[in-house]
């Protein structure tokens, strides 16, 4: 079974700062998909940015980037000039290739908290 | 575009009383997954629909839980007998198709048992 491990249980950053979240995944497949989804205080999941693993490319979304080593099974998550808006709790996410078995395997989240 | 509604957002429920839990998925999605959060906790995957049919649920409970995606009307996750266990935050997600498509979630539904 697939496990998605999230060490850091808090992060603190200044605004305007980067701040990088750690995630590491356990997986026997090849192929499969990586997410990192955001949880405000309104409890919302939002997906902030997604990772193909075949794709070599590390994903970006504006701000946020993501560092992908795949033969580390490591999947990080910088934030770049943090802002207020971006405080909450920040889950990775790890889905395998191919139907049928389709669900989200989540890790237990990373609070973080932005310092004005 | 309205996104995946949940309802009711609060249900509070006593003990061996059933819980009904609803979703809609977004608007031309038909796969839906529902999800459960324990506080503290990340969300665990519980039972994968497509319309009318369930897919995967390797993660439902054994006994107590259902759930269905009728090809009319929203989704619905049962709950009977609730026990004080079954207190959690339950969400659905949706996408427009399985496999590589990004599920979009709801709000939420939070299940309180007395």
């Known amino acids: 079974a697939q496990t998605v491990t999230q060490s850091q249980p808090e992060m603190s950053v200044q605004e305007a700062e980067t701040v990088t979240l750690s995630c590491t995944y356990d997986t026997s497949e090849s192929d499969y998909y990586l997410f990192w989804y955001k949880q405000p205080p309104s409890r919302q999941m939002i997906l902030v940015i997604r990772q193909e693993a075949y794709k070599q490319q590390n994903a970006t979304e504006n701000r946020f980037s993501v560092n992908f080593q795949k033969a580390a099974k490591s999947f990080s998550l910088k934030i770049s000039d943090s802002q207020l808006g971006d405080a909450a709790m920040y889950f990775c996410?790890?889905?395998?290739w191919g139907g049928g078995a389709d669900g989200l395997t989540f890790g237990k989240g990373t609070h973080l908290i932005i310092q004005p | 575009n309205a996104g995946v509604m949940q309802n009711p957002r609060h249900l509070v429920r006593r003990r061996g009383q059933e819980a009904r839990l609803r979703c809609s998925p977004m608007?031309?999605?038909?796969?839906v997954y529902w999800y459960r959060q324990l506080p503290e906790e990340g969300l665990k995957f519980m039972v994968y629909l497509q319309k009318e049919n369930i897919i995967d649920e390797s993660g439902m409970p054994k006994e107590r839980f259902s759930a269905e995606f009728p090809k009319e009307g929203p989704s619905i996750l049962r709950i009977q007998q609730v026990v004080r266990g079954d207190s959690a935050a339950y969400f659905c997600?949706?996408?427009?198709?399985?496999?590589?498509?990004?599920?979009?979630f709801g709000p939420g539904t939070r299940l309180t048992v007395l």
């Open positions: 996410a790890y889905r395998r």
């Open positions: 997600a949706s996408s427009l198709a399985g496999g590589p498509d990004t599920q979009y």
């Open positions: 608007k031309g999605h038909s796969h």
